[in-house]
């Protein structure tokens, strides 16, 4: 239900101060929510096509790589992996142009982030995130070297949940939960993420210098990955969907 503001709505103190949203403070605050929603909606909704699970707001924790011994062709290939730490990095690519197409419109940020991610240059579709892996016994990835990586692209989404969260306030749309286990940053500057693991693992040991990444582990870490990204782009949306243009603060 909207609040009606009248011509002598905030006459006495008590009105000024009230802290429901009948108060000088949360009146204004939910104008400018509408407002900057209406604002939003110009900009074209994130097309993601990621193939993350269904977002309900938290962004799970996106577990590290678990080291193995390689059995019987079970491995995930190091060329296999790389190529979804690439598709990883451009779905993040997209999201970033998103939160910069809607500071544009609603300038809540600090200003604009610089988009230093190696990549397909945004489109505004986010392409598949590559989430299943077939196992191998050669030319396998190094447990070691996919941590590296996947630390870089945890770190790359909390740093841009926090935009993200910045954008939600102002549109009035509930903030991310967010469980990823990344290191949240405010710096407009997203650094790149270079998706090499290194040189191929042996297999033999749980060494540092051999151990791998079983396939299903992989295929696992990577789903946590498309589904952190599905959350960040539904909540982009939200900001800028048709329900925004609906009025929180209405003159009477």
Avoid: W
Wanted: hydrophobic share 50%; charged share 10%; net charge negative.
């Amino acid at each position: 239900m909207p609040v009606r503001i009248y011509a002598n709505h905030f006459s006495a103190a008590s009105q000024v101060y009230r802290v429901d949203q009948n108060g000088l403070t949360p009146a204004l605050r939910g104008l400018a929510q509408s407002v900057a929603r209406i604002a939003a909606s110009a900009v074209p909704a994130l097309v993601d096509n990621s193939g993350g699970a269904s977002a309900d707001g938290t962004v799970d924790a996106i577990a590290a790589f678990t080291p193995a011994v390689v059995g019987t062709n079970d491995a995930v290939q190091k060329a296999a992996l790389e190529a979804g730490f690439a598709t990883a990095v451009d779905a993040l690519k997209e999201i970033v142009a998103q939160c910069n197409q809607l500071h544009a419109r609603v300038p809540a940020l600090s200003g604009v982030l610089v988009d230093s991610l190696s990549g397909t240059a945004a489109d505004g579709t986010i392409g598949a995130v590559t989430a299943s892996y077939s196992g191998v016994g050669a030319s396998m990835a190094s447990a070691a070297g996919a941590n590296a990586v996947l630390a870089n692209i945890r770190n790359r989404i909390a740093q841009l949940g926090y935009s993200v969260d910045m954008l939600c306030v102002a549109c009035g749309v509930p903030p991310l939960v967010d469980n990823s286990g990344g290191l949240e940053s405010s710096s407009l500057v997203i650094a790149d993420v270079a998706i090499s693991t290194g040189t191929a693992a042996s297999g033999a040991d749980l060494s540092a210098s051999n151990a791998i990444v079983r396939a299903a582990n992989a295929t696992a870490v990577m789903g946590s990955v498309a589904a952190a990204i599905k959350e960040l782009a539904t909540k982009l949306n939200a900001c800028r969907s048709a329900t925004g243009g609906t009025a929180l603060v209405v003159a009477a």
